[in-house]
Nanobody
Framework: QVQLVQSGGGLVQAEGSLRLSCAVSGCTFSIYQMGWFRQAPGKEREFVAAISWRSSSTYYADSVKGRFTISRDNAKNTVYLQMNGLKPEDTAVYFC?????????????????????WGQGTQVTISS
């Protein structure tokens, strides 16, 4: 079955950096776009970033644009989220997810309903 296993995360000071990884197995990783989402305490889960299956397109939430970078290595079946310039408001549990639509890229990549498999979640805590 499809599995998404996350690693990385932790506690860092404001303006620090972290990199999250998400290793995918059980499917042809290279044909699916991937996304990252996050959920802060007491808030709904929100979109962070997405990347197309060939890395030709990326899309970011306004709140992380210019600070976060999503990337993927199809040879390693892994998607990454490099987070720089971290702020206390970035504190959340971060989730990677697979878009159920193969070889498709559209403007609604932030719609969580399009994602069918999710990682276990990774806590990211930013201290001020």
């Amino acid at each position: 079955q499809v599995q998404l296993v996350q690693s990385g995360g932790g506690l860092v000071q404001a303006e620090g950096s972290l990199r999250l990884s998400c290793a995918v197995s059980g499917c042809t990783f290279s044909i699916y776009q991937m996304g990252w989402f996050r959920q802060a305490p007491g808030k709904e889960r929100e979109f962070v970033a997405a990347i197309s299956w060939r890395s030709s397109s990326t899309y970011y939430a306004d709140s992380v644009k210019g600070r976060f970078t999503i990337s993927r290595d199809n040879a390693k079946n892994t998607v990454y989220l490099q987070m720089n310039g971290l702020k206390p408001e970035d504190t959340a549990v971060y989730f990677c997810a697979r878009d159920r639509r193969a070889t498709t890229w559209s403007n609604n990549v932030g719609d969580q309903r399009l994602y069918d498999y999710w990682g276990q979640g990774t806590q990211v805590t930013i201290s001020s």
